[in-house]
């Protein structure tokens, strides 16, 4: 662990190996330092500022707010609209269940965005916010997220239900078994 000594601080940086104490009286950058790298150098005096600047400033920090939010080819539907937007639907419903603060729901948004455009005429993509449908998510037993369930003529297609992040090209397999498999049914 690198230790720089200073007029103003005692900072210790655990990212780096232990390679030698120096003792500087400022934090500038062209303080001569003989170093063996100049990329160490300028990450190692960059990080110091960082820390002297936290310990002397009092601030307070809030975690920005995702969301998950609907697009043109994915329609963000409630408890209310279930119903008719999926059971009463006269062609498959892939259900996305997701959350703001669901890392991979965030992840395949992307994915599903294109699932959505590339299956259009087959298929109806919808998204359910998880901690506003408190009453679908123990209904379908929704256990993780993002939960992908199929549905066709108002019932759940048996072995549809997917859960976790996936790959677009896993996706892709996912739709085009499942739609496959209710075209024969």
């Known amino acids: 662990m690198d230790t720089v000594v200073s007029n103003s601080a005692l900072l210790s940086i655990s990212p780096f190996p232990l390679v030698r104490s120096v003792t500087c009286s400022s934090y500038s950058p062209t303080t001569s330092l003989n170093l063996s790298s100049k990329k160490h150098f300028s990450s190692f005096f960059y990080t110091q ?14 975690a920005p707010k995702f969301s998950i939010a609907a697009s043109a080819a994915i329609q963000e539907i409630n408890e209310t609209q279930f119903q008719d937007s999926v059971l009463n639907s006269d062609r498959p419903v892939l259900v996305e269940f997701v959350a703001n603060w669901c890392g991979p729901c965030r992840l395949i948004s992307p994915a599903m965005e294109w699932i959505a ?7 109806t993509v919808v998204k359910i ?11 379908y037993k929704v256990y993780g997220l993002p939960a992908l369930i199929l549905f066709k003529n108002g019932q759940e297609v048996p072995e549809s239900r997917r859960e976790g992040a ?5 996706l892709k397999e996912y739709v085009d078994a499942l739609l496959e498999s209710v075209s024969v049914a």
């Open 129 to 139: 916010d998880h901690d506003a449908n408190p009453r679908l998510i123990k209904e």
């Open 117 to 123: 455009q590339e299956y259009k005429d087959r298929l």
């Open 49 to 62: 500022k960082k820390q002297v600047g936290r310990q002397h400033r009092s601030s307070s920090f809030t």
């Open 166 to 170: 996936i790959t677009k090209v896993k």
